[in-house]
Every structure is written in C-alpha cells, then in structure tokens.
C-alpha cells in the first residue's frame, strides 16, 4: 500500500524533507500536475509524511475520503479550476496557484480521484524525471 497527495496539496514541500526513501517528487509542468506526488513503487508506507503536510493532504491510499468534508478555508488545486492561491513553501519559496478553489466550511469534496492521478504521474507521466527540472529544483528553494 502507498501514501497518497490528494488535491488539498499546496506544494509545501514538507513532505519531501521527511520521507526516507526520496519517493516523493513535485508535480511539473506545475500547470499540468498542481501537487505533489509519492511514487508508490517506492514508498514504504512509513507515514512520515502525514504530519509533515500543514494542509492535511496526505492519506493512506484505502482512506483516500470520497466524501471529504471541508472545515472551511481550505483550498484544492485542479486542472480547471479558476481561483488563485498564493503563499510559500516549507522553504519559504513563493508558491503561485491558478487552478485552486477555497473551499467553504461544509462542502463535500471527492478526492479518490486524485489515487489515479498519483499512480498515472509515475506510469504514464513525468516521474523521477520531474527532479532534474529548473521548477522542480527552483521549488525546493
């Protein structure tokens, strides 16, 4: 079993600093893959990087809510979404958003779509090779 980012991620960065086995890589071109993702090949299901995460992002793959319910004030970050976000990472590096939404205290929100958009990040997308770029390394500050 893996660890899954879901859409609540807004790049923080936190999680890549306590993950032992480096399995963990930003989402680039960030237009196209808005959050992060663990590689769930490689992940060891240690869990290090729940705390880790200051907007509760992160999920064991089988608790992945389909029915996750919004304390108010948080934000989600998907292709076609229209909303801004602005704030800065684990580093202090300036994090920029234009595919987010504030989510209202209440609203429900399904994020066991974004389990495919990990797996598919690794298996059909950029992968490790996310590391090697001027965003990835410019993420981390």
């Not at 994020?111 to 958009?117: E, G, M, Y």
């Amino acid at each position: 079993m893996t660890h899954i980012i879901t859409s609540l991620c807004l790049r923080d960065s936190g999680c890549v600093e306590v993950c032992p086995v480096d399995c963990i890589v930003p989402g680039v071109p960030q237009g196209d893959h808005p959050w992060y993702y663990i590689d769930p090949d490689t992940c060891i299901d240690c869990g290090a990087c729940v705390p880790a995460c200051p907007y509760n992002a992160i999920f064991p793959e089988h608790d992945v809510p389909a029915a996750y319910t919004a304390k108010g004030g948080e934000f989600i970050s998907r292709i076609g979404l229209t909303g801004h976000y602005e704030g800065a990472n684990d580093h202090g590096v300036k994090v920029v958003l234009d595919s987010t939404k504030q989510l209202a205290a209440g609203e429900v929100v399904d994020l066991t779509a974004d389990i495919k958009a990990n797996y598919d990040y690794f298996q059909s997308g950029p992968g490790y090779k996310a590391n090697d770029t001027d965003e990835a390394k410019s993420a981390r500050g």
